[in-house]
Each structure stands twice: as C-alpha cells, then as structure tokens.
C-alpha cells in the first residue's frame, strides 16, 4: 500500500468514526419519546414569566447533597453548585419548600436513554414550577456524555428548565442540552432495580411498574 493510500484510509477512517459517535448521539436523542417525544419527557413549552430564581444560600465554596426518601428507598444526590449554581439553588430550594414531597417519578426508559424522570408536581411530564432556569454546565456531545449516576434537568428547549430532572442509570448518550447538576452517590443500585422491572405495559418508555414515589426530602449544607 503506498502512502497515499494510507493516508486516504486514515482519513476515511477519522472520519467513520467521528460519523459513529454523531449518529450515537441523534439515536440516542430520537430514541427516547413517550408519545412520540424525542427528549428526556418535555415540561410545558409555554414560556414562564421572568422571576427572581429560589436561592437556597448555597455557594461554589459549600458542599450540598440532596437526600429523596422513596418509597422504594433513599436516593442521594451530591449537587455541583461551582458548575450549576442557579440550577442547585432552584432545586434545593424547591426541595426545602417541600415542592417534590409526595409526587411520582412519571417516566422511565429502558432501551437506548436510560433514565428515571421526576419533579412534576402533577404528575402528568408538563408541570413546573413557574420559572425557567438557563442552562447550565452542559457537557460535550460525546458517547455516553450523561454517564450512570448523572443527575440531570428535563427541558423543553434551551433555557427552560423547570424542576423536572432526570436520573441516569446506565451510561447514556444524549445531545448537550440538558444541565448536569448533580451525582447520585447513594441508590443507583435502587434505581437499577426499578428499572428491571420495566415499563408498565411492557413498553420501553412510559411509566415505571414499580411505582416511584417521592416522599420527603432533606437538603444538607457543609
């Protein structure tokens, strides 16, 4: 083989694989849709008002974890208020207000996206809390760039985060847009339990057979 011919391999070799991880991605993104949705499950598109974000006082020099009691066990997530400061506060405080007690965690995936999505107060994968979050701390479009313990905010387009979010059980591939705001380092083996038992219906994204509820939270500051 001359050295040309090498080189136009290598080429054309550079550019499958970068060709590979584009298309992991769109699969990725495409895969995951409940009633047709092609993104971790879409709050309500309708813009909310600008308002002041819920500050829960927590700084980039503060350690702050996140702690859901389920009825399926505890769940606790280490935030990353340096990376997703507006994101970490919003939710803590919603957390310290009690917004997520008592709702359900309405949709789980199972093939290609592997997450649990919780956060609704309604239940329904529309609600929010009434304000839009910027995005925040957005990772590159990698394979596997929404790694197993990622926590992550579901969204309905750019800068609209609410306070539905999503946990990740399995490396998963994804688009960049949805902020990473945490990291569950307790009960992601619980969340792998839910999910082998699948999707009510035997279906591969809707609702979770082993319900989920959330019935209290505790946010800790150091």
């Known amino acids: ?17 970068a060709l590979i991880t584009a298309l992991a991605i769109i699969i ?13 499950q879409e709050p309500t598109t309708d813009a909310a008002p600008a308002v002041e974000l819920p500050n829960a006082g927590i700084t ?6 996140i702690t859901f009691k389920t009825n399926q066990g505890e769940i606790v997530i280490e935030t990353k208020p340096a990376l997703a400061p ?20 309405h949709r789980l995936t199972t093939q290609g996206i592997f997450v649990l999505q919780c956060g609704d107060p309604t239940g329904t994968g529309t609600g ?32 609209t ?7 990740v059980y399995q490396d998963t591939t994804l688009g960049p847009d ?11 083996d619980i969340l792998q339990t839910i999910a ?19 019935e209290s939270t505790k946010v800790t500051i150091s």
Do not use: H
């Open 1 to 17: 083989m001359s050295n040309q011919d090498r080189s136009n391999t290598t080429k054309k070799s550079t550019v499958y694989v």
């Open 28 to 40: 990725g993104s495409v895969i995951l849709g409940l009633g047709g949705q092609t993104t971790p």
């Open 60 to 65: 980039d020099s503060n350690n702050a974890s």
């Open 86 to 105: 507006l994101t970490v506060n919003a939710i803590a405080a919603l957390a310290q207000k009690n917004y997520f007690d008592n709702t359900i965690c």
């Open 128 to 159: 929010g809390p009434g304000f839009n979050i910027p995005d925040e701390n957005l990772p590159q479009p990698t394979e596997n760039n929404y790694p197993a313990g990622t926590v992550a905010m579901a969204n309905a387009g750019p800068g």
């Open 196 to 214: 082998s038992a699948g999707v009510v219906d035997g279906g591969a994204d809707g609702a979770p057979l082993t319900g989920v509820t959330i």
């Open 178 to 188: 949805y902020t990473i705001w945490g990291s569950i380092t307790s009960g992601l």
């Open 161 to 167: 985060s609410g306070s539905q979010f999503f946990l």
